[in-house]
Structure formats: structure tokens, C-alpha cells
């Protein structure tokens, strides 16, 4: 059994920041990839970024030089910092973990940015 919880979603201003919190536990052997991808109403969802054990990253375009994905392999966590926040970042967000065996999903964490 693994569980994702998730912290660090909520309301912002345009222009603001929020630094999104995931950790994982339960029963893991290693943790390959962790990233966050995120969903709104109606729509397919989308990766934001996804970082390797070995701390190699990839970024959604949209989110290039404003979000920085990090991780610390000791505590199983994965961290999202958001910056310049925009009302098209307003989304729920969903951590995402994969090991040897599985990928496994948050529940997720409401952001939303007003204008």
C-alpha cells in the first residue's frame, strides 16, 4: 500500500507564489520518476513537470522559468515552487510517483489564481 499526501494548494493573486508538497510512504522499494501533473473540469490532464531519481527535470512549455520541481529522496517527497503565478495555473494538481513496480497518484490539491 502506498499513499501520496499532498499539501500546499489554495487560493493566490496573479503574480504570487505557492510551493506544492508531496509525500510518499507506505510500502516503497525505490521511487524512479515523481512529478505533478494537473487537471481542469472537462479537460485531458496535463504534465507540469517530473523530475528523476537522479534529479533530471522536464517542464510543461508553459511552466518553463516560473516553476521549479525538486525532490529530497530521504523523505520520498517531491516539491513543485510556483512563481508568477497566472489565472491559467489555476487547476487541481496531482503528484505522481513511479517505482520499479507501479505509478501511483495523489489525490490532489486545488490551486487557484484571481485576477
Known amino acids: 500500500q502506498v499513499q501520496l499526501v499532498e499539501s500546499g494548494g489554495g487560493l493566490v493573486q496573479v503574480g504570487g507564489s505557492l510551493r506544492l508538497s508531496c509525500a510518499a510512504s507506505?510500502?516503497?522499494?525505490?521511487?524512479?520518476?515523481m512529478g505533478w501533473y494537473r487537471q481542469n473540469p472537462g479537460k485531458q490532464r496535463e504534465l507540469v513537470a517530473v523530475?528523476?531519481?537522479?534529479?533530471?527535470?522536464v517542464y510543461a512549455d508553459s511552466v518553463k522559468g516560473r516553476f521549479t520541481i525538486s525532490r529530497d529522496n530521504a523523505k520520498n517527497t517531491v516539491y513543485l515552487q510556483t512563481n508568477s503565478l497566472k489565472p491559467e495555473d489555476t487547476a487541481v494538481y496531482y503528484c505522481?510517483?513511479?517505482?520499479?513496480?507501479?505509478?501511483?497518484w495523489g489525490q490532489g490539491t486545488q490551486v487557484t489564481v484571481s485576477s
Open positions: 505522481w510517483i513511479r517505482t520499479s513496480a507501479n505509478a501511483y
Open positions: 507506505g510500502s516503497i522499494f525505490s521511487i524512479n520518476g
Open positions: 523530475i528523476t531519481r537522479g534529479g533530471s527535470t
